[in-house]
Nanobody
């Protein structure tokens, strides 16, 4: 069964850090282009970061310098290290495997004091 499972979300104070993981299983190819997105209820899904098969990385301007995307190819896992978190980073974060079109179910990140 093909799955993308996110974990690592939670409640954190402003200025804090979280590390999200996205574990791919089943027939999803490792080392392929993947990305992180986030969505707030009532708003459109927003691009956060991506990494392609060559390792090229892109970030949304709103997270540059604070978030870092990475991956562990043998573990077929994508990560998002989030530092200096702000209340406006509060959202459901989801990962996407572009080649297959599969998305994870999302993990809630709440930044609040």
């Amino acid at each position: 069964q093909v799955q993308l499972v996110e974990s690592g979300g939670g409640l954190v104070q402003p200025g804090g850090s979280l590390r999200l993981s996205c574990a791919a299983s089943g027939s999803l190819s490792s080392g392929k282009a993947m990305g992180w997105y986030r969505q707030v209820p009532g708003k459109r899904r927003e691009f956060v970061a991506s990494i392609n098969a060559n390792g090229d990385i892109a970030y949304a301007d709103s997270v540059k310098g604070r978030f870092t995307i990475s991956r562990d190819i043998p573990k077929n896992t994508l990560y998002l290290q989030m530092n200096s978190l702000k209340p406006e980073d509060t959202a459901v974060y989801s990962c996407a495997h572009y080649e297959s079109g599969y998305w994870g179910q999302g993990t809630q990140v709440t930044v609040s004091s």
